[in-house]
């Protein structure tokens, strides 16, 4: 596990300590896992796998494909669970305020986003 540990966190362009802020732990704990020092607790596998969208089953063995392939409908869903959790108050607040627009600031404010992010207008 410890080769795909730091496969993961090479493929999403993470060091140590940004995988383990992510995570709630600290860089060692990270480093420990990668040269196999440690074994990462079930709970540490649900919360990577949870956090990055890691197929469980190519974190523990190998198998299959390393990232949970999710419908549009279903990262919307997984993203408004964490939102809901307070892993970004930030956004939260953000998405807030936009609830809050008059429909036509609103629709600037999707146009701007379009723009922005070259997003396709659905």
């Known amino acids: 596990m410890k080769e795909r540990i730091k496969a993961l966190r090479k493929q999403l362009k993470m060091t140590q300590e940004?995988?383990?802020?992510?995570?709630?732990l600290a860089r060692n704990s990270i480093a420990n896992y990668e040269?196999?020092?440690r074994e990462p607790t079930n709970?540490?596998?649900?919360?990577?796998?949870?956090?990055?969208?890691?197929n469980e089953e190519w974190l523990l063995?190998?198998?299959g494909e390393m990232f949970i392939d999710f419908s549009e409908g279903e990262e919307l869903?997984?993203?408004c669970g964490k939102l809901c959790a307070g892993t970004d108050p930030a956004i939260a607040n953000a998405l807030l305020y936009y609830s809050r627009l008059s429909d036509e600031d609103k629709e600037f404010v999707r146009t701007l986003m379009w723009n922005l992010g070259n997003f396709e207008k659905k």
């Open 43 to 54: 709970a540490i596998v649900n919360s990577i796998c949870r956090e990055f969208n890691v």
């Open 18 to 24: 940004d995988f383990a802020k992510r995570l709630g």
């Open 77 to 79: 869903a997984a993203f």
């Open 35 to 37: 040269i196999g020092r």
């Open 61 to 63: 063995t190998g198998k």
